[in-house]
C-alpha cells in the first residue's frame, strides 16, 4: 500500500484555520501576549506601555530605552560611564539591578514571566477559536 501527501496547498490551508500571518488566530494571540504582559512590564510614565505593538508575533516596544529596562540592568555610556549617550554611540550593561516600582510584578524579562505563567491559557483561547 502507498500513498502521497501533497503540501502544495498548505499555505492555503493555513490562511484558511486563520494560522498565516495576520490570521486571527495570530491576532488573537498578539492582543493576549500585549494584555497578559501589561501587568509585568515596567510602568513609570507609562511611555513604554503605550509604545508597544505587536504584529505576526513580533512585539516590538518604540522606545530607547526599552532594552536596558528589559534586562534589567543599567546601561552605561563607554566615553562617560554615564546613563546618557552621545547619539549613535552602544551602550553597554552593567551589572547594576534597576529598582522598578511595582516590583516584583513589574520588573525585567517581563515577557519571559507573562509566558511562563499564562502561555497555557493563551493558547487554549487560540484553540477556541479555531474549533479545538
Known amino acids: ?29 498578539d ?33 530607547p530605552y526599552a532594552k536596558f529596562l528589559y534586562y534589567g540592568k543599567v546601561m552605561i ?10 547619539s549613535g554611540e552602544e551602550k553597554i550593561l552593567t551589572q547594576h539591578s534597576i529598582q522598578f516600582k511595582g516590583a516584583p510584578m513589574r520588573g525585567a524579562y517581563w515577557f519571559l514571566r507573562m509566558k511562563a505563567q499564562y502561555a497555557e491559557e493563551i493558547l487554549k483561547g487560540a484553540g477556541k477559536i479555531n474549533g479545538r
Not at 3 to 29: H, M, T
Not at 34 to 63: C, W
Open 1 to 29: 500500500m502507498s500513498f502521497s501527501v501533497g503540501f502544495e496547498n498548505l499555505e492555503g490551508l493555513k490562511k484558511k484555520q486563520g494560522l498565516g500571518a495576520d490570521g486571527r488566530i495570530q491576532r488573537y494571540i
Open 31 to 63: 492582543q493576549e501576549v500585549l494584555r497578559r504582559m501589561a501587568p509585568f512590564t515596567p510602568l513609570d510614565t507609562g511611555a513604554l506601555q503605550s509604545s508597544v505593538h505587536a504584529k505576526n508575533g513580533e512585539i516590538v516596544y518604540a522606545v
Open 77 to 86: 555610556s563607554p566615553s562617560t560611564g554615564s546613563p546618557w549617550a552621545r
